[in-house]
């Protein structure tokens, strides 16, 4: 007999073994057909409700505001990466808002979630794809977003593995953002908040500027039509803003504490 010993076969609880990454993209997709599934959760975030609507005009008004800031809006003629993209809302809203498609890009883990958005958003390069393996080039992209994607993923490896993979696929000078709730969730077992903690270890070395936004949803949705009025004054309130719209720039050391 000649050659080498085998490589040993990582534990299943290793966070490079194909059984844990297999599990989590499996109760990730799990999830996620059962939200699709719920009459109640498609009630509740109605985008025709005003509370939700109100909800979302701050979040990509704000959004499209802060790429042209950063020098990476896609209506100049960078390069953007939506992960978990769904049906491209977001992506629509960058578009309505000046947005190239021949600029825009998404990924999603749904089949069906995938298909919709290329209907709807034609000349955008959309595609069913794992974030923890981008079909992209590295240095490929000028701003990678995430909106409610670290959130869903339960395992701190994975959401490590998350953040490195959109950190690989990102050109010099560029930044990742982030959008997801910084409070708990009681009544969904299936989401973590992301505080600026949390953002941290999964984006180490990073300078993280995050900024709170969005006044807590059943509340929004409770103003109904007085929502246009109602909502800036609540938003003024920093305990009910919920969320964290979140800039990380991987080039930018970390500032010292």
Known sequence: MTGSAAAPRPPENDPASPARLEGEQTRIRDVYRAYGASSRRHRAWDPARPGNRRILIEL??????????????????????????????????????????????????????????????????????????????????????????????????????????????????????????????????????MSKAALRRTFPGCRIDAHPLTVLPPLARLLGDRSIALYPLLAAVPVLRTHLLTVIRPDVPRPAE
Not at 71 to 91: H, K, N, Q
Request: glycine share 8%; net charge neutral.
């Open 60 to 193: 990509y008004d704000t959004l499209a505001s802060m790429l042209q800031a950063e020098g990476v809006s896609p209506a100049d003629g960078r390069e953007l990466l939506d992960i978990g993209c769904g049906r491209g809302p977001l992506l629509e809203a960058l578009i309505r808002r000046g947005g190239d498609p021949a600029h825009l890009h998404g990924v999603d883990l749904l089949e069906n979630e995938i298909a919709a958005a290329q209907e709807r958003l034609p000349g955008v390069d959309v595609r069913v794809a794992d974030a923890r393996v981008l079909p992209y080039r590295s240095q490929s992209m000028d701003v990678v977003i995430m909106s409610t994607v670290l959130s869903s993923i339960l395992d701190p490896e994975n959401r490590l593995r998350v953040g490195l993979e959109a950190r690989r696929v990102l050109r010099r000078g560029g930044c990742i953002v982030t959008y997801d709730f910084r409070v708990p969730s009681p009544r969904n077992p299936n989401v973590r908040p």
